[in-house]
C-alpha cells in the first residue's frame, strides 16, 4: 500500500489515522534515510494521540515516553540510530518499556526489526518531489484498521 504526502499536513492527517487505529502491543516501524520524515510523523502521531507541546527527538535518549492522561494509551518513541548491535535494544529494557505500551520506532532494522510482529506497521518513508511517500506493510493484526 502507498500513500503520497505531499506536504507537512498530509503527514499530520496520515499520523492521525494511525493514532486513531493503535492499541497497546502495536509496533509503528519507521523506515528510511536521515531526513526521510520518520520524527515528523512520529511527532503527528503523538500529538493526535493527545500530547500538547514539544516532542523531542529521541536520537540521543533512545527512548522517550509518554503516558495517560496526556495521551490516550501509553507510548514509547525509540531511535535505534545510535545502537550498533541489536542486542542492545534488550539490554536499555525494550520489552519492559513496551509493555501495555504501543511503540514507534525510528530505524527498526538497527533493534533486530518488528515485521515479524502481527502488531507491526511497517512504514518505509522516501522523498517524492518536495514531500514523502509511504511505503505500508502491515501486519496480520492491522489488516481490518488500515490507516
Ligand atoms: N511529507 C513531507 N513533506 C515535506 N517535508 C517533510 C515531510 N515530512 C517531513 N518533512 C521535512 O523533512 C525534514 C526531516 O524530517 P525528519 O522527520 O526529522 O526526518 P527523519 O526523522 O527521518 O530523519 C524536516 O525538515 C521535515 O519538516
Ligand atoms: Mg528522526
Known sequence: ??????????????????????????????????????TTLARGII???GHAGEVPSPTFTIVETYDPPAVRLPLVHADFYRLERPEEADELGLDDYREGAALLAEWPEHAGGFAGEPGCLAITL???GSGRRAIVEPGGDWLGRLP
Request: glycine letters at 14%; proline letters at 5%.
Open 126 to 128: 522516501e522523498s517524492a
Open 47 to 49: 500529538a493526535a494521540l
Open 1 to 38: 500500500m502507498v500513500i503520497e504526502l505531499p506536504d507537512l499536513a498530509a503527514m499530520d492527517a496520515f499520523g492521525a489515522r494511525i493514532a486513531q487505529r493503535l492499541r497497546p502491543g502495536d509496533v509503528v516501524a519507521l523506515s528510511g534515510g536521515l531526513g526521510a520524515g520518520k
